[in-house]
């Protein structure tokens, strides 16, 4: 019996010691793992948010969303002193009043505002893919970068080797090849433009008992969430998107990139059909419409009110029987609906 | 000796029966995984997006560009009549391959007699921020201050008028109490080699049965119109069959 419990005691303590072994052994590894490849970050989304879009192909990484960071602030991508911030201001909810493409038309340059939570980009969503969104920015209509100075002054550059290294293994920039290393840049942008989270308006606080409302902002908010001004069903809380395509109205013909979606598709169906964009932070991102053409908020909801143009791509929630070319609101209704706009204002986002 | 061999033969009695119990209550009804599929159509013509091909019963020319809706207690029918209902909640997109399909677990594998849906939520599961925040469901919300909850339906595209204009309806139902039970009485089998369920739905129903919904008279939009959201969820109990 004796001898029986001390080999009891011998297996025992040898498996506590196997077991010892075996964690720090596998300890020692997950070290080595860290301290070669890029730590994983898990994006930090509002739990009233639906999952974000990420990809397999390019995890979000802090190593790749420091670097994102970096290059979407620095001209060093371009060859005429323009950087992805140029077009995208951070005080303006990363955006720019307009851009004039090489045709000559006019573009109200969409906001970096939750873009983790889009499945496509630009206005008639011609680009699935965020991770591959800023390839055709290289060209001449934004960057007009030079290949060869771009190498050159990335790899001689005092911290972008050691950037990129961290972020994506590469230990000369010098031996990638140019596609490659245009899609690297493009992954630590996107990287960097999933964490451009916007959640904290001042509605947002309202909802959460933080802050009040005003009488004229309750107002709006219950035209904008009621048949009064049928806001929500393309603008519906929480990311006051639908993520859909819709003609709202402001062409009857379409000439150009007013033609929207259907540039993509070819499908007529498609006419005038453009993406619906966030509300949040709207008051910082004027004009309004795909081009621009409204200067103000109060412009858009009296074109709301009274300026709905008919066509056969209309959106069939915008042909309700008596209200076909408007919403008809009140001077003060249409007031209160621009105070709750306003609402949506997330001042940390622009700030911190 | 004699009463310590009946002792033991009591206890052994004992421990045999109790076996015999726990068996008997161990073992599980075989469990089917079932796919459900579901197809559309519009009174037998195949479904196509965004063209003006399809007249309803009355007598509206119409297109459809979107339906989305939600199937919640998905039931069937034991041949003894009792029902068993399982707690899935399914959100279809009619124009998405990947909406149109889902795997209902739990389900013993063997013979039905009918099979049960509701189409949309019933009060019990349908109040603000009831459901997950996916993309879908966030589609869906139905906005507080006009009662809360989600749509159970979304159908909406073109329609031609008296005047023969082009006008959009929205054909859109939510709010407690317009949830429309969906029932389809055929006898049906699950088992290892029939594991896949056929649904069908006759779009053009949405707009008969019992009550004819013409879009001139009763509107091309009925979210927020208590009588037309009545009318149509009425009309849900037959959209759907076996395929």
Request: charged share 20%.
């Amino acid at each position: 019996m004796t001898s029986f419990l001390s080999n009891r005691t011998k297996t025992k303590v040898f498996l506590g010691l196997g077991i010892c072994v075996w964690i720090i052994a596998c300890q020692k590894e997950d070290a080595v793992q860290t301290q070669s490849g890029p730590t994983p970050m898990e994006l930090q989304v509002p739990p009233f948010f639906p999952k974000p879009y990420l990809s397999p192909d390019n995890p979000l990484t802090y190593e790749g969303v420091e670097l994102g960071q970096k290059l979407y602030n620095d001209a060093i991508l371009s060859s005429n002193g323009l950087s992805c911030s140029s077009c995208h201001h951070k005080d303006l909810a990363y955006s720019i009043p307009l851009f004039m493409n090489q045709q000559g038309e006019a573009i109200s340059v969409p906001p970096h505002v939750n873009l983790a939570f889009n499945p496509d980009y630009n206005w008639n969503g011609s680009q699935p893919i965020l991770d591959t969104l800023c390839m055709d920015d290289f060209g001449p209509a934004f960057f007009n970068t030079h290949r060869d100075s771009l190498y050159q002054r990335l790899s001689t550059h005092a911290t972008y080797p050691k950037l990129f290294q961290k972020a994506f293994g590469i230990e000369d920039v010098n031996s990638v090849e140019y596609t490659l290393l245009k899609q690297k840049i493009c992954y630590a942008i996107s990287q960097y433009m999933r964490t451009l989270i916007s959640a904290d308006s001042h509605f947002d606080r309202f909802l959460v008992k933080k802050e009040n409302l005003n009488a004229m902002e309750i107002e709006g908010m219950s035209i904008f969430f009621s048949e009064k001004g049928d806001c929500f069903h393309c603008h519906g809380a929480p990311l006051f998107t639908d993520n859909r395509f819709h003609n709202n109205g402001v062409d009857s013909v379409f000439i150009g990139m007013n033609q929207g979606r259907y540039q993509v598709t070819g499908n007529t169906n498609d006419l005038g059909l453009f993406s619906s964009p966030t509300l949040r932070n709207i008051a910082y991102t004027a004009p309004y419409m795909h081009d621009g053409r409204f200067k103000t908020l109060e412009e858009v909801v009296e074109f709301y009110d009274s300026g709905v143009r008919r066509s056969s791509t209309l959106d069939p929630i915008m042909t309700k029987a008596g209200k076909e070319s408007g919403l008809h609101l009140s001077d003060y209704q249409k007031k209160s609906l621009v105070a709750f706009l306003k609402t949506l204002s997330d001042s940390g986002f622009i700030t911190n | 000796m004699r009463v310590v061999i009946q002792l033991t033969g009591i206890v052994l009695l004992g421990i045999w029966s109790g076996c015999q119990k726990e068996d008997t209550q161990l073992i599980p009804p075989v469990e089917q995984e079932m796919l459900v599929r579901v197809s559309y159509d519009v009174d037998g013509d195949s479904l196509v997006a965004s063209d003006i091909r399809y007249t309803n019963a009355a007598g509206n020319p119409f297109s459809v560009n979107r339906l989305n809706y939600y199937f919640s207690h998905i039931a069937v029918q034991n041949l003894d009549g009792a029902w068993t209902t399982l707690e899935d909640i399914v959100y279809l997109d009619a124009f998405d391959a990947d909406k149109n399909t889902f795997l209902l677990k739990g389900l013993a594998a063997g013979n039905y007699k009918a099979f049960r849906v509701v189409i949309g939520l019933e009060p019990d599961q349908n109040s603000s921020n009831s459901l997950p925040p996916t993309v879908d469901n966030i589609n869906m919300i139905w906005p507080e201050p006009m009662g809360g909850g989600y749509h159970f339906v979304k159908l909406e595209g073109y329609f031609l008028d008296g005047t023969n204009s082009n006008q959009g309806y929205a054909m859109h139902i939510g709010k407690n109490t317009f949830h429309s039970p969906a029932i389809i009485s055929q006898s049906f089998e699950i088992n290892a080699g029939k594991d896949t369920l056929d649904l069908k739905m006759n779009i053009a129903s949405w707009f008969e049965g019992p009550n004819q919904y013409d879009l001139n008279i009763q509107g091309n939009y009925s979210m927020g119109k208590d009588s037309s959201m009545r009318k149509l969820s009425e009309n849900g109990y037959d959209v759907f069959s076996f395929k």
